[in-house]
């Protein structure tokens, strides 16, 4: 829990860019003991509904209020069940959360505060309604509740991308193979083009007789050199 004090709170309001919820807040129903119609015999306690919209459950990150000479909240929530539709249960979040240093004195008597998500005793999912039961001991203080009620929604953080979404998501660039000092392949290729036809006249044109030399005019064929 966290308390403000109201110079502190408009500060916090002006850079928090999370929006709370609609949400009803019901008026504040007083607790008495005995005859209802008197109030001599109050019990100290207090009830505030606070309900969402219909079919529009939330999932809570936290609750903020202004207190007004409340000594202690206990958080109630309503939650639906996620397998179930239709299926809801009460459910106590959090008890006697102290608000007050002193409930005899005024000590921290109109301070905001704030009840975030990883202080109460479950989660906070799937909430149709909450019910803050304020407790006041002290007789000092006859009228005791919580002013400017809001809700704040969860939301989920992005999940971190794994190694290998990093290494999908790197754009692969194909280098052209190195060909330096290698001949021309259409040379290489018309070359065996023609030692292929070669191949295919001898074969044609068997005969028994010494072929010879290959040579033109007393000098080697350097093409039929290379290809031997």
Not at 141 to 148: A, G, H, K, T, Y
Not at 168 to 188: A, F, R
Request: charged share 25%.
């Amino acid at each position: 829990m966290t308390q403000t004090s109201d110079h502190h709170r408009r500060m916090s309001c002006s850079e928090d860019h999370t929006e709370s919820v609609d949400c009803t807040v019901k008026p504040p129903v007083f607790l008495q003991i005995g005859d209802t119609k008197g109030d001599s015999a109050r019990s100290g306690v207090c009830v505030v509904d606070v309900t969402l919209p219909y079919g529009k459950p939330i999932n809570i990150e936290k609750i903020t209020f202004k207190n007004y000479y409340t000594a202690y909240v206990t958080v109630r929530l309503l939650r639906r069940k996620a397998e179930k539709e239709g299926s809801t249960k009460w459910c106590t979040a959090l008890t006697d959360l102290a608000l007050m240093d002193n409930p005899h004195t005024d000590g921290g008597s109109q301070n905001y505060f704030s009840i975030h998500r990883r202080q109460m005793q479950v989660q906070p999912d799937h909430v149709e309604s909450i019910r803050l039961i304020l407790r006041q001991p002290s007789s000092a203080w006859r009228i005791f509740s919580l002013e400017d009620i809001r809700l704040f929604p969860h939301k989920e953080l992005a999940p971190e991308k794994e190694v290998s979404d990093w290494l999908s998501d790197l754009i692969v660039v194909k280098q052209p193979p190195d060909l330096e000092g290698l001949p021309d392949p259409q040379t290489v290729s018309s070359s065996i083009q023609q030692m292929w036809a070669l191949t295919e006249v001898m074969q044609a044109n068997r005969t028994t007789a010494s072929i010879g030399r290959f040579d033109v005019d007393g000098c080697y064929d350097i093409n039929l050199l290379s290809l031997t």
